[in-house]
């Protein structure tokens, strides 16, 4: 997948809204290009959220199209969205959707099975350097939402994307923390030749972004 490009989209919840025509995205024609670093900055309310979960195909409430690879995705089955989320697009969603009752192995058992795409060294080098590798063994709804969203973030790594979606990646995170996230986000991106597409409310991850745009 090359591009992701929105065409006059507008969320069915804002139809009505003037937010549209003050946005850099809502309303207008945008292309996120694979390889390209894309920051979407929005005040609280303006749908940074349901921007994502529209690309990811999790909603289609509104007004347009959006096109994956060139190709409208109001059209893909079930079985076509299912192989574009374990192939091409990566999320990190801003509620992290991890399962609170496993542990953090076990989460990340959950999703490199599906995708086979790093090794047990290579996860564990990842925990080390998110500094949760202590962590392991402590089930999830234990940990403190930081460390949470450091195991969400390094959990939307392992596996092969052309575009990674991140909805406020460190909205709870230092700025050390965070640091050290986007370099470890970087350095994925870099070897996949992926893009990158970060929301955020006020905290910023820090990335040599090619374009921002104010949702």
């Known amino acids: 997948m090359e591009s992701i490009t929105l065409r006059h989209v507008v969320p069915d919840a804002f139809a009505d809204d003037p937010v549209s025509g003050t946005s850099d995205v809502w309303g207008c024609d945008v292309t996120f ?8 900055e929005a005040a609280s309310g303006t749908g940074k959220s349901s921007l994502c979960s529209y690309l990811y195909g999790f909603r289609n409430d509104y007004a347009g199209s959006i096109l994956l690879g060139g190709e409208d995705c109001r059209t893909f089955s079930a079985a076509r969205w299912g192989d574009v989320r374990r192939r091409s697009l990566s ?25 086979a795409f790093k090794t047990p060294g290579q996860i564990e080098r990842l925990l080390e350097a998110a500094g949760i590798a202590g962590k392991r063994d402590t089930p999830v709804g234990k940990l403190s939402f930081g460390q949470q969203q450091r ?4 959990r939307c790594l392992c596996q092969p994307f052309d575009f990674i979606l991140l909805d406020e990646p460190v ?3 230092d700025a050390a923390n965070g640091e050290v996230l986007a370099g470890l986000l970087s350095e994925e991106a870099q070897a996949q030749g992926a893009g990158i597409v970060v ?17």
Do not use: C, M, W
Request: charge should be positive; aromatic fraction near 12%.
């Open 91 to 115: 999320l990190l969603f801003q509620d992290l959707r991890l399962f609170g009752e496993l542990t953090v192995a076990e989460n990340f058992a959950l999703k490199n099975g599906l995708t």
């Open 171 to 173: 909205s709870h995170l």
């Open 199 to 215: 929301t955020s409310v006020g905290s910023r991850l820090e990335l040599p972004y090619h374009k921002i745009l104010t949702l």
């Open 151 to 154: 195991v969400a973030f390094v």
């Open 33 to 40: 290009r694979k390889g390209e670093y894309y920051l979407v």
